[in-house]
């Protein structure tokens, strides 16, 4: 009896208390108290990551790049698909160089960031790989160059120390050194490419740079230029059967006349900068020295007007886009400010009969 009282009593008391289980506490609570130690003083350490902003230097050279992430996959594929363009897997795409030359005048630079970044938004719809190359004079630069390295393309930012008059910029001196500083920076640096002038002013169709990536030596296409001042509208551009050239015309469709230009060294064309693109190959051809005399060697060395020349002369290379060139895919609007109103009130557009 006494002895199952006493086993009763042992079965019912508290257990005893292992020593293994505080111990088990106290590791658990030694290793919290240094992972909060660490990670306190871990958070005063100076991070070896920096914002590439913050470094960016603030003086800007000649010529400098900025690698930006383009567009995300998503965005490409939507954007080709909604345009019916479905892209063969693996196949690799032509680099296009789009050349955006700039004014130095002081009314031109009011409206230069709106127009550089309403062409941002254009060229960040097209697909990659794509190039933008913006020509400016030096005082300009630091304004643009913000603005560039915020628009996530892929782009070059050239400048230049020459000064140019209001009255040189009027006749194009400016433009014409503005390209040839680009198209010496494609040429001293091999970049193999589509090169097309794109000026602040153009609205594209998208599809038109889909056709770009298809010329293979040179291309060209009509171009519709709009007026500021004036309500008219002419279209300049090549003649085509298909996708061959057979010569240039000219059309006001204010009056309805027409021009049509020649191909002749005598009687070459004018030919808008705008209206036609190049393989950049054709900068280092070594048929390009042969083709002036050695006593005109600034001839040779104006890579602009080579390249005018050979499109004026030379229809067999040139390819017309789209085909027939019926479609007008490229608008220009002249980026003349407009002028003030006299003193009737009315512009000189307004003189004018509405169409």
Known sequence: MGSAMEHAGVAGGRPKKSPGGSQLWKKALLHSSLCFVMGFFTGFAPSSVSDWRSVAPVGVGSSHMVRTPHLISGAVNRSLLARGVIPAPGAPQPLLVVVTTTESTPTAAGERAAMLTRMAHTLRLVPPPLLWVVVEAAPDVPATAKLLRDTGILYRHLTYKENFTAAEAAAGKERHHQRNT??????????????????????????????????????????????????????????????????????????????????????????????????????????????????????????????????????????????????????????????????????????????
């Open 182 to 355: 680009a198209l010496e920076h494609i040429e001293r640096h091999r970049l193999a490419a589509v090169v097309h002038f794109a000026g602040l002013g153009d609205v594209y169709e998208l599809r038109f740079f889909d056709q770009l990536r298809q010329i293979s030596t040179f291309g060209a296409w009509p171009v519709a230029r709009m007026s500021r001042n004036e309500r008219k509208v002419v279209i300049q551009g090549p003649a085509c059967s298909s996708s061959k050239v057979l010569g240039w015309f000219s059309r006001d469709l204010s009056n309805g006349t027409t021009g049509t230009g020649g191909g002749t060294a005598a009687t070459s064309p004018e030919i808008d900068v705008h209206g036609f693109a190049f393989n950049s190959s054709v900068l280092w051809d070594p048929e390009r020295w042969g083709r002036y005399p050695t006593s005109e060697p600034d001839k040779s060395q104006d890579s602009m007007r080579f390249v005018q020349q050979v499109v004026a002369e030379d229809y067999s290379k040139v390819k017309g886009i789209p085909p027939d060139c019926l479609e007008i895919m490229v608008w220009g609007v002249d980026a003349a400010p407009a002028t003030a109103p006299s003193s009737s009130g009315q512009t000189p557009g307004n003189k004018r009969r509405r169409w």
